[in-house]
């Protein structure tokens, strides 16, 4: 499996909370984030991502899972889930998990493999994020 690395500054372009009653500072949080992936692999490198991610917050730390889609520059996708933990401590929010890729279109049809990610939000809105991992492309069959 070829081995994958880089980074995205993204941006949220939606976001929802809501506040829970059961134990203070309890919060959902729905969010959508867009941004551009940097690699070394040609393949993801300049590549669109969206990811939708959930949250389940006390005083703002708890668990997020979500999925992403990549848009690559020849209109192929490819897409997976994530899940991690969110930690704040004083002004700074950090989060930290895994990944992995459920398939994707055309050439990266079959698509499997995944990896981890770490971050930080930049600001209210903002994220920054690296990650690693590897990467299997299904490779099609001759037909006998």
């Known amino acids: 499996m070829p081995n ?6 993204g941006r949220a372009t939606s976001q929802s909370t809501i506040a829970l009653h059961d134990t203070s500072n309890h919060d ?3 969010l959508e984030v867009r941004g551009v992936q940097k690699s070394t692999d040609e393949q993801w490198n300049n590549s669109k991502i969206t990811y939708w991610g959930t949250a389940d917050l006390i005083a703002g730390n708890g668990p997020q899972r979500g999925y992403f889609v990549n848009e690559h520059s020849d209109g192929e996708r490819d897409f997976g889930t ?3 933990r969110i930690v704040t401590s004083g002004a700074q929010v950090t989060i930290e998990g895994t990944w992995k890729f459920t398939g994707g279109t055309g050439k990266l049809k079959g698509l499997t493999g995944g990896g981890s990610y770490k971050g930080r939000m930049t600001s209210p809105v903002e994220v920054e994020n ?3 991992g590897k990467y299997q492309i299904a490779t099609k069959t001759k037909a006998a």
């Open 28 to 30: 959902l949080n729905l």
């Open 130 to 132: 690296t990650w690693e």
């Open 82 to 84: 994530f899940e991690g």
């Open 4 to 9: 994958l690395s880089g980074s995205f500054s």
